[in-house]
């Protein structure tokens, strides 16, 4: 099991996906800058679908890397059997922690479909303003609301595993 590259044992994928995390939040404010601000509606669609399309990839890699390859995150975290770097109460902690992101991470890509997938049929092409608009504006604010959820909890995780 190789380490990643920010300077702790987690694993590449791990350290690719907190990047994604970090990066992901400026992404979004970015593209409601494109729609509110510039009312440059196919930038902020194209914006949106390159976001997904990349968080697609890059969380079923990591998936696949943390599941098929090492086995889970704890065996990640707790590389050396003879001196774990979680255990007890700190083991449980983390435990809480992931299970809160859980809920964000897999809410996430279904509330962002259903947002892409309506727009893409509901909308005009080229995107203009039409009556699907105020149904999608509601949706991408959950959306936002809940990828910026799963980034701030992915990231509390990363750093109460793999950091502190």
Known sequence: MSDGFLGN??????????????????????????????????????????????????????????QLVHGGWENIVNKNADAPRLAGESLTFVRSLLWLHLVFAISTPFLWLVTIVLALKRMPSPPAPCEHSSLHKKLGWLSTIDITLTSVTGLLFYYHAFIA
């Open 9 to 66: 044992d987690a694993s590449l994928m791990l350290d690719f996906v907190v990047c994604a995390l970090i990066l992901v939040v400026p992404a979004l404010l970015w593209s409601l800058y494109l729609v509110k601000i510039r009312r440059n509606y196919v930038a902020h669609r194209n914006t949106q679908l390159g976001l997904a399309i990349v968080l697609l990839v890059a969380v079923g890699a990591f998936e696949v890397d943390l």
